[in-house]
Every structure is written in structure tokens, then in C-alpha cells.
């Protein structure tokens, strides 16, 4: 029986059918919404320009895979943009859930440790209030994916072409790339290993090249280093459990994981593993805190990070740890399970507003049957106004 429970978690196909009926059902409510963050002028943005607009730059940065996406979606009726949109989520997620799975099951070949990591990334609290069905997270999927396979330990080797256009994606999709780039560095140096080696050139290159098309893409913009000047940077009066718990959880996460090295607090060390995904995580956490302040935004991949680090570390060091320290563990572990129930499904902020679906029929319908030229379609936020011959012809 034990074995056969073993089989069924070290089924990838038992790992794909889970993550996506996580994930679709964090969706339910506001499949055929379109989320206020890009809200409909980014998929219009890519209609009424050519293929090049997927280097135009958003807020100063590129975001190419971002806007490769939306052109994908632009090749269908427009009544459906939202539920493509949400579907587009859906994959990317559990294709992150997935990679990070494998990863974890090569670095430590326990098939369900594996496959709840993989879950944290479906499941992972902060991404219900800010990622869930938003475009933009494709750059956040990807530094977690990155992290992961940059922290796998050295005498498990990855493939080092693929990381390497892993991390050339990344770089020309997210600017904080340049965070796990410091992370990579300076873990080299602390553990006095050469840089000088085939391996490390080719990965500092590829970053590198990431970062001066970024770099040089922003300066092209003029737009300054906070890309959001109103940036908040400590906690509010009234801010709820929300903003507490997801804001401060995964750098005590991390940071414990991290002191758990240390000699004198008499825990069992982390692993290799267990270390590069804290620092990485560290590192990412408090770039971001600086650049952009408080942000739901921001909470997603270092929560990933924490839980997953967390687990595996559990999986390492549980039956070592004293009775008081499990007890303590296994509190942590129920408030997290509780926190994830409460944040599952998608929040007022993407489930508010008319149906996406229902809007452009009634728009179409006042076309079809009304002596007008145009008409406002509404949303949660962002109404624009739409020409009846475009939606006509786009239906």
C-alpha cells in the first residue's frame, strides 16, 4: 500500500491533473473578467500595432513574453479575451508547478515532497490577491523557475544550456533578474569556488547580455529607477492580515532557514539546497522591498520560495529535530494551510465588474440594432470606447 501511494505521487501526470484543478479553482470567480492589471488596453495595444510592439516597453522594462502572449490572444473573437487570458494563467502556473516538482523530486528523490512544493506554487497565499489571472505574473514564473534550477546543488548537475536560456528569458523579462544575479555571485564567492570556469562565464554572460537590453531599454524611457514614485514602505494603520502575514512571513521563512546554520542555535544544518533557495529568496525580498516598496506584487515568489524551502528542509532534519521544535513546525504548517484556504479563490480585485463575455455581446448587440458609431465597453476599472466596425469585425 505504502509503495503503491509512492507510485501515484511520482506520476507526472498525477502531479499535471492536480495542479491544474488547484488552479483552475482559484479561477472559478473571475474567469471571464479581464483583471484591472493589464485590464483590456494591453490586448488592444497589440491589435492596432504590429508584431514589433512586443519590444515596446511598459513602465520602462521590456516584457516580451508578456506581450507574446497577448498577441497569441488577439487571434481569437474578442468575446473570449478574458477566458483565454485566464487559461494562458492557468497553464503557466502549472507548468511552473511542474518544473519546480521535478526539480525538487531530481535534488532529493521524494516524490511527495516534490509534489507539494510544485503545490505552493498553485497554492501560494500572496498569489490570490495580485497574480491570479494577471498577465503580467509570466516574469514572476519565470525568476521562480530560474531560482530553482540555480539552486540546484552542484553534484546534481542541470543542463547547462537550458539554464542558460532560462536565464536570458528571464533577463529580457523582468529587470530584478539582475537580483538573482548578485545571488549567484555572490554564492560563488562565499564558497570559494572559481569563477573562472566554462559553466559560470557562460551563465555571466547570458545575464549580463540580459541586463544591458534591459538597461539600455530603460534608459531609452527615461522612466527612473522606482518605477512607482507613490511607493509605501511600511506597514499602514489598519492594514490587515493580508498585508501582515504575506509581507512578513516569507523573509522570517527564509531568514530562519538561513540561521539554522548558524553553530550556536543548535539546529540541524539546512542543506545545499535548502540555503540557495533562502538566500535567493532573501535577496529577491528586499531588492524588491527597496524598488518598489510594499507590493502584493512582490510577495509571490518569495513566499513560493519560503514554503518550498521549508518543505524541504521538514523532509531533511523532521525526525532530528527536539519535540518543542516540531510542535512549533507543525503550528507553522496549519496557519499556512489556513492562510492558503482563506486567500484560494481570486479576490473582489479580479472577480469584480461585468463578465467580459456578456459585455461584448450587449456592445455588439447595441451595434448591430442602434445608429451609432461606437460604444464604451465597461470593466472593473479602465471603461474604453471601442469603433462598432473594429468589434463587428472582431467578432
Known amino acids: 500500500m505504502h509503495m503503491s501511494r509512492l507510485k501515484i505521487f511520482d506520476s507526472w501526470v498525477f502531479w499535471v491533473v492536480s495542479f491544474s484543478i488547484f488552479a483552475a479553482g482559484r479561477v472559478l470567480k473571475s474567469a471571464d473578467r479581464l483583471p484591472p492589471d493589464p485590464s483590456y488596453g494591453f490586448f488592444e495595444d497589440s491589435y492596432t500595432s504590429n508584431f514589433w510592439v512586443i519590444f515596446r516597453t511598459e513602465g520602462g522594462y521590456l516584457d516580451i513574453p508578456r506581450r507574446l502572449l497577448s498577441e497569441f490572444i488577439i487571434l481569437f473573437p474578442m468575446r473570449y479575451t478574458a477566458l483565454l487570458g485566464t487559461a494562458a494563467w492557468i497553464v503557466l502556473c502549472v507548468l511552473s508547478a511542474l518544473i519546480v516538482s521535478l526539480i525538487v523530486r531530481k535534488s532529493l528523490g521524494n516524490p511527495i515532497v516534490a509534489f507539494f512544493c510544485g ?7 500572496a498569489a490570490s490577491e495580485s497574480q491570479v489571472g494577471n498577465q503580467s505574473v509570466i516574469k514572476w514564473f519565470l525568476i521562480l523557475v530560474l531560482i530553482f534550477l540555480l539552486s540546484v546543488p552542484k553534484n546534481l548537475e542541470t543542463n547547462l544550456k537550458l539554464v542558460a536560456v532560462a536565464v536570458l528569458l528571464t533577463g ?11 545571488s549567484f555571485l555572490i554564492l560563488i564567492i562565499v564558497r570559494r569556488e572559481r569563477v573562472i570556469q ?4 557562460l551563465l555571466i554572460g547570458v545575464f549580463a547580455l540580459g541586463f544591458l537590453v534591459e538597461f539600455f531599454a530603460w534608459k531609452s524611457t527615461g522612466v527612473g529607477v522606482h518605477k512607482y514614485q507613490d511607493s509605501v514602505y511600511f506597514l499602514w494603520s489598519g492594514a490587515g492580515p493580508f498585508w501582515i502575514f504575506n509581507f512578513l512571513v516569507p523573509p522570517c521563512i527564509l531568514l530562519a532557514l538561513m540561521m539554522a546554520r548558524v553553530p550556536i542555535f543548535r539546529f540541524p544544518h539546512p542543506s545545499v539546497f535548502v540555503q540557495n533557495l533562502s538566500f535567493y529568496g532573501i535577496v529577491l525580498w528586499a531588492g524588491t522591498y527597496y524598488l518598489g516598496g510594499i507590493a502584493d506584487r512582490y510577495f509571490v515568489v518569495p513566499q513560493i520560495l519560503g514554503f518550498g524551502a521549508f518543505i524541504v528542509y521538514c523532509s531533511e532534519n523532521l525526525k532530528s529535530l527536539a519535540r518543542p521544535l516540531r510542535l512549533v513546525f507543525i503550528l507553522f504548517v496549519v496557519v499556512g494551510v489556513l492562510a492558503m484556504v482563506n486567500w484560494y479563490q481570486a479576490s473582489w480585485f479580479l472577480s469584480s465588474g461585468p463578465k467580459w463575455s456578456l459585455e461584448i455581446d450587449q456592445r455588439i448587440n447595441e451595434c448591430l440594432n442602434s445608429p451609432i458609431d461606437s460604444v464604451t465597453i465597461r470593466q472593473f476599472m479602465g471603461d474604453f470606447e471601442l469603433d462598432c466596425t473594429s468589434l463587428l469585425s472582431r467578432s
Open 172 to 182: 529580457v523579462s523582468n529587470p530584478v533578474t539582475f537580483l538573482a544575479f548578485v
Open 119 to 125: 503545490l505552493t506554487v498553485v497554492l501560494a497565499p
Open 198 to 201: 566554462a559553466k559560470y562565464i
